[in-house]
């Protein structure tokens, strides 16, 4: 079979432990400008000024190899997938699956089928919530989350609740925005009946330790459900080391295509699940008195999906695979101790979310400044940041503020967009003073 | 294109967000109103005091960006004594204003120092920002007047309604009845209870014009849901005409739902 029009090197088809620690030798160094070459968009004048885009945890930036592989994909390959007798639909279902594939080895996945698309990360909890959820939640049970959790990772479980009596339990964090272990623990009862918390927190950055927070919930006999959507664009992640039932990310955060998402989930969980939608694909054989569901993963995949979005994502992955997860997150770190340095030296910027183990999210406020205006006046230096409650209003509240503004690094931004960011934030405080 | 943020910052506008005018809970106030952005958490809190169809006075509080707080500053200026025609009209030229297209002339000669806020219309994203205290005002002045008084016990009867919201007659409470059967198919609650009929007028001879907006700029079946209402409405007997207006502002929120939809939500 032609997957030219995926751009596969030969040996990325099997990305071996060798050809791995080959792209992490030192003969390949971590080049940013090269790296901002591939991402068109960068080149873009935004108010007459060259865009400086520091909005990465809202949405990441795509490459030109994920544009070019969407337009040979629907050019060359197109139809749709698990159903054609012909030539058309075998080449669009192979490179489906393939990026399936692809994207078990990045997770760490023991098997292909473990891996389910999903719109995003936002439909990966709740189809976990209404499946896994409405068999194993009853009333009086308890879910445990965390108080830095993204609505995402708040709502679908609310509504789990209400529908089943179970109760939400939330584990506190400290001023400096790291999960507090102890009291979590202390909120693992019999009753305890799933832990949903993030890799990555959206607003402050904090790298939970999910190791321990998976080790000190399998010990009392409670699945783990990772949202990894701020996670996998800047850390490696081994689903299996990590030893979580389930692990949810988006594609769009990882420079993939939007409308495409992740939820791995080991495959004993999975195949006790009952299906999420009903339709076509997800059956064996439909008679009107009785339907036979398909297998892990078919069953979770009702209706035609998002075939060009998972071929983009595939993509996406490759791309960054090429890189390396492990040069990416040590320049992300060294960018992300430049960016903490310049823009705490601000007097009257106040950050939020210092936690010691965090990737490159600065949150803050500016005395005197309310977080839509410094975006506004941002927004007009070319510099592209969120201002707003970020999705996690019980966070906001934590930290006794409305709103914040965000910066969000991607291994494409540079010590330049720092110092733009910072001369910004003092333009903005002279104009408002 | 350069936008200068100075067009969308004056420097009166500035000078109303560092010191806001009438910024305080007015004592003998007999109207009160909340306004809420949750795009953007703006809080603005308008007090009333209402004689004779005319604001005698104002106060306002809350929390928000410089646009909103200027607003609320300049709008508590502006319309201190008018009359409610007056209000409602001074907020109609407002709205104009800082929603016209952004090569229209600027219309400035009849808002007075509100002109200020002409550069929001180069900033779809914070027109909002600047309406809030307006649609405030206005929900304060259409709200039931709440004594504020040292005596004990709820206000026991509501005064007349505002001149320019009508009591409901029967044709309405028809019409009411009629679009409660109408439903957004991924919403199990029906329109008027979701809160997006934002009024119903009956002409004399019949003929009924609906104000109402979707919760989502984007529905995709709009067109479907307005020819439903077109439909509905049509069907009352009494009703000669149907005009079915979808507008986008006020934005739809949560708040405006009915008890017993929030409640059939799961909401409450």
């Given at each position: 079979m032609d997957l030219t029009y995926l751009q596969r090197k030969p040996h990325r088809m099997s990305l071996s432990q060798n050809t791995t620690a080959e792209r992490r030798s030192p003969s390949r160094p971590f080049d940013v400008k090269r790296i901002r070459e591939d991402f068109p968009i960068l080149k873009q004048q935004v108010r007459g000024k060259l865009l400086v885009y520091l909005d990465n945890a809202a949405s990441a930036q795509k490459p030109q190899v994920v544009i070019d592989t969407l337009s040979r994909f629907y050019s060359t390959s197109y139809a749709n997938i698990h159903r054609g007798i012909h030539w058309l639909s075998e080449r669009a279902t192979e490179a489906y699956e393939s990026a399936r594939a692809n994207i078990q080895r990045f997770l760490g996945a023991a098997e292909a089928s473990e891996i389910l698309f999903v719109r995003g990360t936002t439909e990966?909890?709740?189809?976990?919530?209404?499946?896994?959820?409405?068999?194993h939640v009853h009333a009086g049970d308890e879910i445990l989350i965390s108080t830095m959790e993204h609505h995402s990772n708040i709502v679908p479980w609310q509504m789990l609740c209400e529908a089943?009596?179970?109760v939400l339990r939330v584990a506190p964090i400290n001023d400096d925005g790291e999960l507090l272990l102890d009291e979590f623990e202390k909120l693992l009862t019999p009753r305890t009946k799933l832990v949903a918390i993030a890799h990555v927190s959206n607003v402050l950055g904090t790298i939970n330790p999910i190791r321990r927070i998976v080790e000190l919930a399998h010990r009392h006999n409670v699945p783990v459900l990772v949202d990894g959507a701020q996670a996998v664009p800047h850390l490696a992640v081994d689903v299996q080391a990590m030893d979580c039932d389930f692990y949810a990310f988006s594609g769009h955060k990882l420079f993939g295509p939007t409308g495409i998402g992740v939820l791995y989930g080991k495959a004993a969980l999975l195949e006790a699940m009952p299906p999420y939608q009903g339709g076509g694909h997800m059956i064996q054989s439909v008679t009107f008195e009785k339907t036979t569901y398909n297998k892990v993963p078919d069953r979770f995949e009702a209706g035609t999906p998002n075939i060009a979005g998972v071929v983009g994502l595939g993509a996406a992955i490759d791309y960054m695979s090429d890189i390396g997860l492990e040069a990416i997150t040590a320049y992300e770190r060294e960018l992300l101790t430049y960016a903490t340095d310049r823009v705490s030296k601000i007097a009257e910027v106040r950050l939020i979310g210092t936690a010691k183990d965090k990737t490159g999210v600065l949150s803050f406020i500016v005395d005197g400044i309310h977080p839509h205006d410094l975006g506004t006046i941002l927004d007009n230096e070319g510099i592209a940041i969120r201002a707003g409650h970020h999705c996690a209003q019980p966070l906001m509240s934590r930290f006794g503020v409305p709103a914040t503004a965000r910066a969000s690094l991607a291994f494409y931004n540079t010590q330049e967009d720092i110092e733009a960011l910072a001369a910004a934030i003092h333009k903005s405080i002279e104009f408002f003073r | 294109m350069t936008l200068d943020v100075r067009e969308l910052y004056r420097e009166a506008l500035l000078d109303h967000n560092r010191k806001p005018r009438?910024?305080?809970?007015?004592?003998?106030?007999?109207?009160?109103?909340?306004?809420?952005?949750?795009?953007?958490g703006d809080k603005i809190k308008v007090y009333l005091r209402i004689e004779n169809d005319r604001v005698s006075d104002i106060g306002f509080e809350g929390s928000g960006c410089a646009i909103s707080i200027a607003s609320a500053s300049m709008m508590t200026e502006s319309v201190k004594g008018k009359s409610f025609a007056e209000v409602q009209a001074l907020f109609e030229r407002f709205h104009h204003l800082v929603t016209q297209a952004p090569s229209a002339p600027p219309d400035a000669g009849t808002v007075g120092k509100l002109a200020v806020f002409a550069g929001v219309r180069e900033f779809p994203v914070r027109v909002k920002c600047a309406t809030l205290p307006w649609h405030t005002l206005r929900a304060a002045i259409e709200s039931r007047p709440e004594l504020v008084t040292t005596e004990s016990g709820p206000a026991s009867q509501p005064a007349l309604p505002p001149s320019d919201a009508p009591a409901t007659s029967d044709l309405q409470r028809h019409i009411i009845e009629a679009l409660r059967t109408v439903y957004d198919p991924e919403i199990p609650v029906n329109l008027y209870d979701l809160g997006l009929i934002y009024d119903i007028l009956v002409e004399p001879s019949g003929a009924a014009t609906?104000?109402?907006?979707?919760?989502?700029?984007?529905?995709?079946?709009?067109?479907?849901?307005?020819w439903q209402v077109d439909k509905t409405v049509r069907a009352v007997p009494g009703v000669t005409d149907v005009t079915v207006n979808l507008v986008w502002d006020p934005p739809w929120n949560r708040g405006m739902m009915s008890e017993s939809a929030k409640i059939q939500l799961g909401l409450t």
């Open positions: 990966a909890i709740n189809l976990v919530a209404q499946t896994y959820g409405r068999t089943t009596g179970a | 009438n910024f305080r809970k007015l004592e003998g106030a007999n109207r009160t109103a909340e306004g809420y952005n949750p795009l953007c609906i104000r109402m907006t979707l919760t989502a700029p984007a529905c995709p079946i709009a067109d479907m849901l307005l």
